[in-house]
């Protein structure tokens, strides 16, 4: 009988150290994978629609600027991008940790881990204004950076985000003297590094530039002009008469207009912001929301309306194709969309014929619009 209670005694006490033995792994397990010094865990985002050497053309440009002010390879940016975000397009863009925006900073890297809330991981407890606040990050020795000149640092404007990435592999290059030691500061894991790196010998040996939305020879650019919204084809409604009055301009969405949400606007050609601001009644744009004007010169303007927030402030000096704002829903709009016009000496011109030399097919699909180009 003690032989026998005995055994059980024994048996039932390894069988509790295994469970514990279980339970401890597992919290070591999901506790590794948050650790974090402060910079930004390793959240994947998925494959998106990109073959591995395959970059979005409009986002070159702002890659090879910020790179240039840093001394970084632009591929560096692109191919941590990519990892964090897949080129911006993974909904939500806040990982489970509280990483943020296009390149996924932890608020208290972004703000300045001297932030009176920053501890653990790095979530903080810092208001929305704060975290944009140029004062407050350099305050608290933070990395976000106002990298396209409107006098914050957003983490969810993509040029402050990815000037702030290199910002940030910068400081940790230096400390560290190597892009391996930069790559592992801004994470922490080995996976993490050898697919940057992987990303990165792509571009560099096979680059293939592609549209937002990974489809092959986008041409968003042709001579001196852009297409507003490299990430959409689908034209709403068209110039011309609607619903008993003038439609000014045309509208383009996504096939679900709900996805195009927060995508990038950029400028039809070269010129200089002219209007920025909140459209109200009387100003002038009541009904157009967040909307931004650009003059190009010899009497041409163009509109961007309905934006999602404020766009670049007036004066800001722009190339097309560069970034102007995101698409929204604001004021007199059904749905999230961008409104553009093109006005010569005041007068509104029909948008798609600027467009014809274009290899964008185009989707017309509203009551006003011709057949599909």
């Known amino acids: 009988m003690k032989k026998t209670l005995y055994g059980i005694s024994i048996f039932t006490f390894l069988i509790v150290g295994v469970i514990v033995l279980v339970i401890l792994a597992m919290i070591m397990f999901f506790v590794g994978l948050e650790i974090d010094d402060g910079g930004d865990e390793y959240f994947w985002g998925g494959e998106g629609n990109f073959a591995d050497n395959e970059v979005p053309s409009q986002y070159i440009s702002l890659y090879k600027k910020a790179s240039k002010e840093y001394g970084l390879e632009w591929e560096l940016l692109a191919a941590i991008h990519r990892v964090e ?59 976000g950076v106002d990298g396209n000149g409107n006098g914050k640092a957003d983490m969810w404007d993509l040029e402050d985000a990815i000037y702030s990435m290199a910002n940030y592999l910068s400081a940790g290059y230096e400390s560290s003297g190597s892009i391996d030691g930069a790559i592992l500061q801004y994470n922490h894991s080995t996976e993490y590094l050898n697919k940057v790196k992987y990303f990165m010998k792509q571009y560099k040996s096979n680059l293939v530039t592609v549209d937002y939305t990974g489809g092959q020879n986008p041409d968003i650019i042709s001579g001196n002009k852009a297409w507003v919204v490299p990430s959409a084809n689908y034209v709403s409604s068209c110039f011309g008469p609607r619903w008993g009055k003038p439609h000014n301009g045309i509208d383009i969405t996504t096939g679900s207009a709900g996805q195009i949400k927060g995508h990038d606007i950029v400028s039809f050609m070269d010129g200089s912001v002219s209007v920025s601001q909140y459209g109200t009644s009387g100003s002038g744009y009541g009904g157009y929301g967040w909307v931004v004007v650009i003059d190009h010169g010899n009497g041409l303007e163009t509109l961007y309306a309905h934006m999602l927030e404020a766009g670049l402030p007036v004066g800001k000096k722009v190339k097309a194709g560069d970034r102007i704002g995101r698409v929204g829903n604001t004021s007199a709009s059904d749905g999230y969309h961008l409104h553009f016009e093109i006005r010569q000496n005041g007068v509104p011109t029909d948008p798609l014929q600027s467009f014809s030399d274009f290899n964008l097919q185009l989707n017309p699909a509203g009551t006003n619009c011709p057949p599909a180009l």
Do not use: R
């Open 85 to 143: 975000t897949v080129f911006s397009t993974i909904n939500p863009m806040i990982s489970h940790v509280g990483a943020e925006g296009h390149a996924q900073f932890m608020p208290c890297t972004w703000v300045g881990w001297g932030h009176p809330t920053c501890s653990g991981l790095g979530k903080g407890n810092i208001p929305d204004n704060d975290k944009s606040n140029l004062e407050l990050i350099k305050k608290y020795g933070g990395y």
